[in-house]
């Protein structure tokens, strides 16, 4: 049986070192880092993430606002908007919390914010950086899996990596830092062809493709690495009595909020896997702190220190 690899601890680890950083800048300097969220409708989920990034600025020392907009606003004034943002010394780092209404374009979006300010890492300046192994900007979710993968000292040099899910937010990016670090990739979606055998070639399996529990142990090879990015809603209790074999914690959460979260993969992975990240407590934490570590990236770049 596997390990569980949990990223809390590293991701703790990596917020002390940026507030570390913002205490130092702030007696040196007497200014702090800023950040800049942008909000779009009423998704109750952006909310929740926004109100968390937040949360997490504050107890960094980190200066943050939230520009929230109703649903029915004009493209041109989120534009208009986010041009602003990228004109304001104070501010360092903008995101627009995806998904956007239907009206909105993503590119455009992401195309209008600066690539200094760029902390989500989707501008295709950015990506274009990514593809030409030069500094700049990464998505905060891949980089969280690279350096988990870093912190336990897991190589990829040389290794089978199958990713499934090429979304520009977390397939993709993944796949080109992959490659970058010299692992054999293999980038997975759903017109794959026999997905399990594939996968199952993997040293290294990473499932982004928000479904959930769908990926069992047979598409595991045994002792591979096995990265959960999923995030699922689960409400049905009788599946959470098949799928964990404690599924007392999870019961309770449904009792309380209605669901309990789960990945892409089903647990009874970790008996194949060397390690698998659990959901929750595995890469989610680790993207709000790579957000964290790239706003303070980002201030640093902009001010040549
Ligand atoms: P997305 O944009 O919906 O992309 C999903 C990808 O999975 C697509 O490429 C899709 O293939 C592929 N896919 C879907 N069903 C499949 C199937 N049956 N077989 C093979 N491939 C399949 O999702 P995303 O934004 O990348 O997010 C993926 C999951 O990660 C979600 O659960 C999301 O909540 C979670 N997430 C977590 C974090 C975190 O911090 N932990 C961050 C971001 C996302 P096609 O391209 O062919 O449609």
Redesign the pocket.
Known sequence: MGQWLEGRTLAKKIKEKVKEEVLQIKKERNEVPGLAAVLVGDNKASQVYVGMKQRTCERLGIFSEILKFKADLDPAELKRNIQQLNDRDQIDGILVQEPLPSSFSSHEVATTIQPEKDVDGLNPCSLGNLLRVESGLRPC?PLGIMELLKSQSIEIKGKEVVI????L???KPLAAMMTNAHGTVTL?????KT?PQVASRADILVA????GA?VTPDFVKKGAVVID????HLTDKEKVKELFPDPEKRLADIDKKGYTLIG?VMPAAIDKSSMLTPVPGG??PL?VALLMHNTLKAYKSRRMI
Do not use: E, P, Q
């Open positions: 979710t499934i899910g090429r979304s937010l977390v397939g997975c979606h759903s017109r794959t997905l982004a493709m928000g479904r769908f990015v999923g995030i699922n892409d890469v989610g993207t």
